[in-house]
């Protein structure tokens, strides 16, 4: 990080902060993520792991986060808003504040719910475990003002079910949005958890968020990240999350929006016999880069994780999945499995999987396969000899490419929206329905 930008970056953190109202606590917890920022700095070019990222914004960017408008945040327009889904309690955070005007009652379900502004000034920092490719996730915490805090209990009526919306509507000018959740589960607490970041136009904005979550002893939480911002957005994405003795974690993200994002995942299997499931689809078309890069370590005896990823590159779009699987020397009986597969659908477009072994023990099973190319010839030959036009050939030969991922998603509801969205923007907007 240039030291132009380190000075700005703290010149507009003691603004913020100045600016605060004095029901906005914590200022504690921001002032150390702020030092700790300072020290490990914002990712630069010379960086591996951020080499695909588009990190030229930072340069020219305000940090301060969007003016708190209440008025503007109760003024979302429900036709902005995805249909609602049956059993799920809806928040919405616009511009990274809460906007009790368009959500539920936060005592609504089984889970308990505060928007972070109310949280005293003594709440702690950020987890010191975050780790350097999570230094987006300190920037959020140094300017975030408000999130979501979430504590999921063990109950005997079924998983909690909770849909958090957080909507950019703020110009990149006028400030940033900081979305913020913090998760924890409970021992043998169940969450089915929908995470959609949503733009209302496709004006620029600049999207900083962050997820932490523990999951304790046999927890398991199903958590779905969708992204689908404007056009011209520019997202900085951080997740964090460490799991206990039995706990399972399912993990399905897909990326569809955004002019340039990067997403940063941070694992941590803690506890004898924890899992992840992580499933992950990116769809790019146009100039659009999507980058996610996803560190999963093994630190515990018979831990699991079974990785997907599926990735499709149109036009001039570049997209890039860097899976990094570490295996300690504690984690005997470890069984680690990668697929990350990438589909060229445009002569300019860019595919990169990169998949990244560390093991330290020899008690361990693992397998990881990474492809990338152009749509598989023969198949294309066997639906046209069967009829089909070319171009409607193309489309179903991309539709079934998602599959390993589109069919993860078990709320039917929400995998109708999704499979609706992906099918306008993979497919040009034309009608597809027998694929779907």
């Given at each position: ?160 079910r909770i849909e958090l919306l957080f909507v950019a509507s703020a110009a990149a ?217 070319r171009e409607t050939a193309q489309r179903a030969l991309k539709w079934a490419f ?35």
């Open positions: 990080m240039s030291t132009l930008l380190a000075d700005r970056i703290a010149a507009q953190h003691a603004s913020t902060l100045a600016a605060l109202p004095p029901q906005l606590a914590g200022g504690a917890r921001r002032r150390a993520a702020m030092a700790a920022l300072a020290t490990a700095g914002l990712p630069g070019a010379r960086d591996e792991n951020w080499k695909y990222a588009n990190l030229r914004p930072l340069e020219r960017q305000s940090f301060t986060p969007a003016p708190l408008n209440p008025g503007a945040a109760a003024a979302a327009a429900p036709a902005e808003l995805p249909q609602r889904l049956p059993g799920f309690a809806r928040d919405v955070f616009r511009d990274g504040n809460f906007a009790p005007a368009l959500s539920d009652p936060l005592e609504a379900g089984p889970a308990r719910i505060l928007p972070l502004a109310v949280f005293e000034s003594g709440s702690p920092p950020a987890p010191a475990h975050a780790g350097r490719d999570q230094r987006f996730a300190l920037l959020n915490a140094a300017f975030a003002t408000d999130g979501a805090s979430i504590a999921v209990p063990a109950t005997a009526a079924g998983p909690a000018e006028a400030g940033a949005s900081y979305p913020r959740v913090e998760l924890r589960l409970e021992p043998e607490a169940r969450l089915t958890l929908i995470e959609r970041h949503l733009g209302v136009s496709d004006g620029a904005s600049f999207v900083a968020s962050a997820v932490a979550a523990e999951l304790d002893r046999g927890a398991a939480l199903e958590h779905y990240r969708l992204q689908e911002l404007g056009a011209r957005a520019i997202l900085f994405d951080s997740l964090s999350a460490t799991l206990g003795a039995d706990a399972r974690y399912h993990l399905r993200a897909i990326g569809s929006g955004a002019l340039a994002a990067r997403s940063s995942i941070q694992v941590r299997l803690a506890g004898e016999r924890a899992g992840l499931a992580f499933a992950a689809a990116s769809l790019g078309d146009r100039q659009q880069l999507q980058d996610t890069y996803a560190a999963v370590e093994h630190l515990a005896p018979n831990t699991r994780t079974e990785e997907t990823f599926r990735g499709i590159a149109a036009g001039r779009a570049r997209i890039a999945f860097n899976g990094r699987m570490v295996v300690a020397r504690e984690a005997r009986g470890a069984d680690s499995r990668q697929s990350l597969r990438g589909l060229l659908a445009g002569a300019d477009a860019e595919i990169d999987v990169r998949p990244q072994l560390e093991i330290y023990t020899d008690e361990v099973s693992a397998s990881h396969g990474a492809t990338a190319g152009k749509l598989d010839e023969q198949m294309l030959f066997y639906l046209l000899a069967r009829g089909l036009d998602l599959g390993d991922v589109v069919a993860r998603i078990e709320p039917p509801q929400l995998r109708q929206q999704i499979e609706t969205r992906l099918a306008a923007q993979m497919l040009g907007g034309s009608t597809f329905r027998e694929f779907l």
